[in-house]
């Protein structure tokens, strides 16, 4: 019976209960900032077997972290923090997570409902906080004493996990209300229910998804000159194979945004990674118009290419809940696994274009890669050569996550392709500057070692995530060009006060900075120095690869971009 | 008429519309973090004459220095940023914002209807973001021309510096979705709209308020021993005058927060400010206990008093729509002005309590000033003596900006009274770890030349906000104790990995890192370094006034606190 009276006994075996329900569903971490609300929470995860507790100041940063380690684990991973502003900071990264896809649970501890709404200390409505970001929302009240209640929180855990990971994955929030006293007395045995595991939602293999009868009527629109063109999103090996078998059948090109996951590692001639610079020339565009579009996945990075492919008539193939449609050219939208309708389409013994019209794609490519290694020989040193020779450097099957604005950007113009398996990252759901760094913590402690490249902006406005890169096995490579140089390229460059309020480059000594977290710090100007930095910061990576700050010329980049586009358009 | 194709113009005169509105609404600064889709709402600011921009890379600290800046300018201060993740990073300042009731103006710049929802890049549903945190929300849709137009946008900035500044002030947004091209041509001529100035709304002068027909009955309860006490919230000089009368008709203590704006100043003995000391001895708190309290503005943040006040009948008056009252005790609530209850009650002859009552809170004080005195005399350099010497040095009229956890709470234990003004700010509406530095530069940008006083982790948190003491002629006190020494106060304390999951000291060198951003930096370890650094800082603060790192032992400060409140209960 005392042991009954324990408010703080129960309201630890209430958020073990959670906890066990959320690990039912494969949740594996909890990444912490430190708070005291929140304490049954985090001592529940010190008491849970299989449970990792990561801690991490800022919110903002931990959620970022957080992104990161589910997305390379490929687990949901949890977030926990105190009452108030606190969960506040985690919006920026939800929204992302919203838009890409990641499974996040969102554990915000809160004030019992007595005290929210009446002034108390640390309290506001934190319901529906992440209103549309979340798949959904919970708030289960103070915790609950008996079996019925264990068994309703535990199930509660299991339904998150499971959500956040169904067919439209994304982040869940719980609210999660806690009445004093948070710690319990000596003595409270915070002992796991004794109940069956919640049984897992049950998934359809691949091979076992039924192909809706939509997809009949598609045939008969994908003959003659066509492209496949895939946008970020994730291939499993087998709908890979099946998509290039579909492309083969179909004789048409696959047009392979940086983020889709299949520039990198083996893949047919018909894989077209040049289409960026391809479409720059006029002539080009025209004579490789095609008369229709297979789209998978998200919209693709390349600007040139949307504007390209306007107007076409356009099959989106999508598994999930996205209408990745900005130009509203979709005629038909199928939602459903994208190797099962590759599958399919390559069995339907489709009529194929023309034999010049694949050739010709293929040609051009190959043109293109041609004079991509002239050009480059001859110009002067920017990021075009440093993204080759960091493509030929990275190890097989590891992690490269790449910034917004300019990297990705970059990285889609000069990449190409490559033979050996490699993870891009990018955080392009909203495409934000934020959180660069503390993404790529997650990544590394996701399992997947991961490099970064980043500009000087996107590093400054994460510095919380600085604290993250201690101990990291893979640099962060940063490009420091004195700002936002995406600008350069917009119509705002030239404006009055261009620099203060468009490109805005910090005042700040980068060695001393990230020096200061105890962190490597190498500065190159050159290919050579790039070349011998990237090595030795991978050989000693063991847990101070540190930060391999590149100085560039932003205007001089820009010169070299331009003059190339003006030779492709020439 | 080919001017009025150019959809850059149009979009660069309404946002030229609606920052003629906000100026009419009182707005002077715009507060602007870097993109592209934002462009027209920037280039309005550098076209208006009464409108100076603040460019801040991260939208987080950006919307910490507006709240700063709001609050020490008295007026509106607007928040610009691009479309995406970017407003997300609004979040927290907002909370703080809507809960501590400033007015900032929220200018989220958005893609235009027919790109939402559709896949577009940076493309998010921002309509609601910050729901119940804002006044109000508006989404006008993108630029049109002619003057109805023109018309309706400069009235709807004008309503939103009104509503901001409203019966309940606090944070106003408005989603503008801007079509491209978002640069005008050469030869748009953005003059501004020919229409006369939007009316200000009417506010009655404090004297002419009315007084609710409540108050009439409220006065027949408040007889013999009642207290007042006054929470966090602000104080016309008028409205200190009439509190004083009142108090002394009643002949009854004010008990004063800290953040009251009561405690510095000229005020009378009746003026009580040791009562978080006071009533931790039993046998004084028992003695002490009011028959009636009298109640002003939000929430105190002594925790010790809190508990005390439970379960007494208890009289509210509350401006705006707050209702604190996290114990349910309130009996009547009064929306009104403070002043104007005060003057009232002092003139409607009130019977005031015994003399003895008034005169054993002013002993008890007094007696409390003096063993105060005793003890830090004999007991080793902690926050105590610091706290002493700083509101000693302090110049009159100037500011000081208080962190939440321990700063506030040390300040409410010893700062005691003083006869020279200074304005106390803390961001007590959320009570969080978060902004503070950006709120400091922010307060400092706003007019009041302001000191900050935080611990490591406050600091920590808001490392983009470090940028911002570039210049400042203040410093920012940093109490270098190695972690959230708050959990060292509760029940937390002593759990297992506490040092790693509660208190979470960083790993950094603060000179360094601190000096990377050019600010200076002096480490004090004892009360002459203290007072040295800080008349040092003070006299040559022009534009770098820099930090002076605290060095303190936790532990001991823990016991010299403990030491001391059991001495007083005993």
Redesign the interface.
Same mark, same amino acid.
């Given at each position: 019976m005392t042991e009954t009276a324990d408010l703080g006994c129960r309201n630890l075996r209430w958020a073990l209960a959670l906890l066990d329900g959320l690990a039912d569903g494969g949740l594996r971490r909890l990444v &912490?900032s430190?708070g005291?609300r929140s304490?049954p929470l985090?001592?529940a995860g010190?008491h849970h077997p299989a449970i990792e507790?990561t801690?991490i100041?800022?919110e903002?940063s931990a959620a970022f972290f957080a992104l990161g380690l589910a997305r390379a684990s490929g687990r949901p991973v949890g977030l926990v923090c105190t009452s /108030?502003?606190?969960p506040?900071?985690w919006?920026?990264a939800?929204? %992302?997570a919203?838009?890409s896809e990641i499974p996040l649970i969102l554990l915000s501890a809160d004030r019992p409902p %007595? =005290?929210r /709404?009446? /002034?108390?200390?640390?309290?506001?409505?934190q319901s529906?906080?992440f209103? @549309?970001?979340v798949r959904a929302f919970h708030d289960p009240g103070p915790a609950e004493e008996g079996t019925a209640a264990l068994k309703m929180i535990r199930a509660l855990g299991a339904r998150a996990a499971a959500v956040s990971q169904g067919d439209w994955p994304g982040p869940v929030h719980l609210n999660l209300p806690f009445r004093e006293?948070? &710690?319990p007395r000596t003595g409270c045995e915070p002992q796991r229910l004794a109940i069956p595991a919640c049984p897992s939602p049950c998934t359809v293999p691949e091979s076992d998804i039924p192909i809706p009868t939509s997809v009949r009527d598609l045939a008969s629109h994908l003959s003659g000159r066509g492209i496949i063109c895939c946008g970020p999103g994730t291939w499993s090996r087998q709908a890979t194979e099946a998509l290039w078998s579909c492309a083969e059948r179909l004789g048409v090109p696959v047009l392979c945004d940086p983020l889709s996951g299949l520039r990198f590692g083996p893949g047919p001639e018909h894989r077209i990674a040049r289409y960026d610079s391809l479409l720059r020339d006029p002539a080009t565009a025209e004579t490789l118009r095609p008369d229709w579009v297979l789209r998978f996945g998200?919209?693709p990075?390349s600007k040139t290419l949307l504007t390209w492919l306007t107007d076409l008539p356009t099959y989106l193939v999508d598994p999930g809940a @996205?209408?990745?449609?900005?130009s509203?050219d979709v005629r038909m939208r199928i939602q459903t696994d994208p190797g099962a309708v590759c599958r399919w389409i390559a069995d339907s013994d489709p009529s194929p274009a023309d034999s010049g019209w694949l050739a010709a794609w293929i040609r051009a490519e190959t043109d293109l890669d041609a004079s991509i290694d002239a050009y480059l020989a001859e110009s002067p040193w920017c990021e075009a050569q440093l993204i080759r020779d960091l493509l030929a450097t990275l190890p097989p099957e590891e992690g490269l996550l790449c910034a917004n604005s300019m990297p990705i950007r970059q990285i889609d113009t000069w990449s190409g392709t490559r033979a050996a398996p490699l993870h891009l990252f990018g955080n392009r759901g909203? #495409?934000?500057?934020?959180g660069q760094t503390s993404t790529l913590a997650g990544l590394n402690a996701g399992g997947v070692p991961t490099t970064a490249l980043l500009g000087d902006?996107s590093f400054?406005?994460d510095? #919380?995530g600085?604290?993250l890169l201690?101990g990291l096995d893979r640099p962060c490579i940063l490009i420091n060009n004195g700002g /936002?140089r995406?600008?350069d390229y917009?119509?705002?460059h030239g =404006?009055?006060?261009f620099e203060?309020?468009?490109?805005?480059p &910090?005042?700040?000594?980068?060695a #001393?900075?990230i020096?200061?977290? @105890?962190i490597a710090h190498r500065t190159v100007e050159d290919a050579t120095g790039f070349r011998q930095a990237l090595t030795q910061s991978l050989a000693d990576g063991e847990g101070n690869a540190g930060v391999i700050e590149v100085r560039l010329d932003g205007d001089l980049s820009r010169r070299i971009h331009r003059d190339f586009w003006t030779r492709l358009a020439g």
């Open positions: &912490v430190p005291s304490t985090v001592m010190q507790l801690p100041l800022d903002r /108030g502003s606190a506040g900071h919006m920026p939800v929204m %992302e919203s838009q %007595e =005290l /709404g009446w /002034g108390a200390n640390q309290t506001l409505d529906r906080l209103d @549309g970001f006293p948070l &710690v998200r919209v990075v @996205g209408w990745s449609d900005p509203h909203t #495409s934000g500057i934020d902006l400054l406005h510095l #919380s600085l604290a201690q /936002g995406i600008f917009l119509p705002q =404006l009055p006060d203060r309020l468009w490109r805005t &910090v005042d700040v000594d980068l #001393s900075l020096r200061s977290f @105890g």
